[in-house]
């Protein structure tokens, strides 16, 4: 089922998830319908808050850059309560989107490299290093559970210089091909 996705302005995007348990009903199908909800708006990751539950529920799909980067393909994964305990010195800037802020694109510094521990989707336990492109996705997304957004990673200048597209979603403006859920 695709869901809509909370855009810039809705409070469950500022707050702190929780850690879920294994029992957590329907969990399946939240990640079946997170999953949908992504590939249907055409974004290469989803958190929870996203979707409006402020759980720490994370969805990756790199599988569509694997005509460029060859080691994504087939690469589709879920993150259960996922948490960056290191990361690494090197920092390195990429242009950055959100599906939750609709027509923003900006550059944003982070490290090249993070730490992580998280369940799968079968509930398994991991503790990894990630690095590249993948160590960046999952930082954004694992932001959103820390009611943090790729914006806030910007300058006061650049911040400024969106300040209007993002008044404009506040008023319920939000331009995209997909189903949102504004403030408004």
């Given at each position: 089922?695709?869901?809509?996705?909370?855009?810039?302005?809705?409070?469950?995007?500022?707050?702190d998830?929780?850690?879920?348990t294994?029992?957590?009903?329907?969990?399946?199908?939240?990640?079946a319908?997170?999953?949908?909800?992504?590939?249907?708006?055409?974004?290469?990751?989803?958190a929870?808050?996203?979707?409006?539950?402020?759980?720490r529920?994370?969805?990756?799909?790199?599988?569509?850059?694997?005509?460029?980067?060859?080691?994504?393909?087939g690469?589709?994964r879920?993150?259960?309560?996922?948490?960056?305990?290191e990361?690494?010195?090197?920092?390195?800037?990429?242009?950055?989107?959100?599906?939750?802020?609709p027509?923003?694109?900006?550059?944003?510094?982070?490290?090249?490299?993070?730490?992580?521990?998280?369940?799968?989707?079968?509930?398994?336990?991991?503790?990894?290093?990630?690095?590249g492109?993948?160590?960046?996705?999952?930082?954004?997304?694992?932001?959103?559970?820390?009611?943090?957004?790729?914006?806030?990673?910007?300058?006061?200048?650049?911040?400024?210089?969106i300040?209007?597209?993002?008044?404009?979603?506040?008023?319920?403006?939000?331009?995209?091909?997909?189903?949102?859920?504004?403030?408004k």
């Amino acid at each position: 089922m695709i869901l809509p996705i909370y855009v810039y302005g809705q409070s469950v995007l500022r707050q702190d998830a929780e850690d879920i348990t294994p029992d957590y009903p329907n969990l399946k199908q939240l990640v079946a319908d997170m999953h949908e909800t992504m590939d249907r708006a055409d974004g290469v990751g989803l958190a929870a808050p996203q979707v409006g539950l402020p759980i720490r529920v994370v969805v990756v799909n790199l599988d569509c850059l694997s005509d460029d980067m060859p080691e994504f393909k087939g690469f589709r994964r879920t993150y259960i309560n996922p948490h960056i305990l290191e990361m690494g010195e090197e920092m390195v800037s990429m242009e950055e989107g959100c599906l939750s802020l609709p027509g923003i694109h900006e550059s944003v510094k982070r490290p090249d490299k993070i730490h992580v521990t998280y369940l799968d989707e079968d509930m398994n336990a991991h503790d990894e290093w990630v690095e590249g492109y993948l160590a960046r996705v999952m930082q954004h997304e694992f932001d959103h559970l820390d009611g943090t957004m790729f914006i806030d990673h910007l300058s006061s200048l650049r911040k400024q210089m969106i300040k209007g597209k993002l008044n404009n979603m506040l008023k319920g403006k939000a331009r995209c091909a997909y189903k949102v859920k504004t403030v408004k």
